[in-house]
């Protein structure tokens, strides 16, 4: 059974950083796109940032220069370290992994395309 375990969520004011972590169990996913999403209250889950297993890394504009993504393929991990943090970041974060091999070079974007999912953690950023 494939498992995916966030952790780091809390709440900060407002210029503070947070580091989120994703640990993932029950396959590998060192081929596979990995992720983080996020939703706020009565919107959308929206693409946050995602890894290929090339590493390469893509970023919704409203987060380029405060957050980064990385991963650890020998744990299986994928972290979010988010610095400079906005009240408007506030939102459940997901952790998300596609189930197909990826391309080395280019990462999924898309919610509908991972296939599994953490349970989300909370991240409040207050003014």
């Known amino acids: 059974q494939v498992q995916l375990v966030e952790s780091g969520g809390g709440l900060v004011q407002a210029g503070g950083s947070l580091r989120l972590s994703c640990a993932a169990s029950?396959?590998?996913?060192?081929?596979?796109?990995m992720g983080w999403f996020r939703q706020a209250p009565g919107k959308e889950r929206e693409f946050v940032a995602v890894?290929?297993?090339?590493?390469?890394?893509l970023y919704t504009d409203s987060v380029k220069g405060r957050f980064t993504i990385s991963r650890d393929n020998a744990k299986n991990t994928v972290y979010l370290q988010m610095n400079s943090l906005k009240p408007e970041d506030t939102a459940v974060y997901y952790c998300?992994?596609?189930?197909?091999?990826?391309?080395?070079?280019?990462?999924?974007?898309?919610?509908?395309?991972?296939?599994?999912w953490g349970q989300g953690t909370q991240v409040t950023v207050s003014s």
């Open positions: 029950g396959r590998t996913f060192s081929s596979n796109d």
């Open positions: 998300a992994a596609d189930a197909q091999r990826g391309s080395f070079y280019l990462p999924k974007t898309g919610v509908y395309e991972y296939d599994y």
């Open positions: 890894v290929s297993w090339g590493a390469s890394t």
